[in-house]
């Protein structure tokens, strides 16, 4: 079983910064993709940011430029920096990665229980 644990979520004021981690467990034969996506209330799910296991990185226009994702593949931990937070970054931040958990099964979708991040002064 694949679990995709989060945390560093929190409450931060305008233009601060704040860093999620998010480490994966269990069986796990390979990972590939991992990012992060956030769901606001009322809003769907989108994404953020991703990254490949080898280390190349893709992010929303929305975060170009004060997000940065990053990750341990030694430690299965994938991360996000968050710098010059605004108001309209509030949203339920949710852990994603692409993952193999034997040489038998097909790779799929995991997705951790997502941690609340709120921009607010």
């Known amino acids: 079983q694949v679990q995709l644990v989060e945390s560093g979520g929190g409450l931060v004021q305008p233009g601060g910064s704040l860093r999620l981690s998010c480490a994966a467990s269990g069986s796990i034969f390979s990972i590939y993709d991992m990012g992060w996506y956030r769901q606001a209330p009322g809003k769907q799910r989108d994404m953020v940011a991703t990254?490949?296991?080898?280390?190349?990185?893709n992010y929303a226009d929305s975060v170009k430029g004060r997000f940065t994702i990053s990750r341990d593949n030694a430690k299965n931990t994938v991360y996000l920096q968050m710098n010059s937070l605004k108001s309209e970054d509030t949203a339920v931040y949710y852990c994603?990665?692409?993952?193999?958990?034997?040489?038998?099964?097909?790779?799929?979708?995991?997705w951790g229980q997502g941690t609340q991040v709120s921009v607010s002064s």
């Open positions: 994603n990665g692409r993952i193999r958990p034997s040489p038998v099964v097909e790779r799929g979708d995991y």
């Open positions: 990254i490949t296991s080898g280390g190349r990185a």
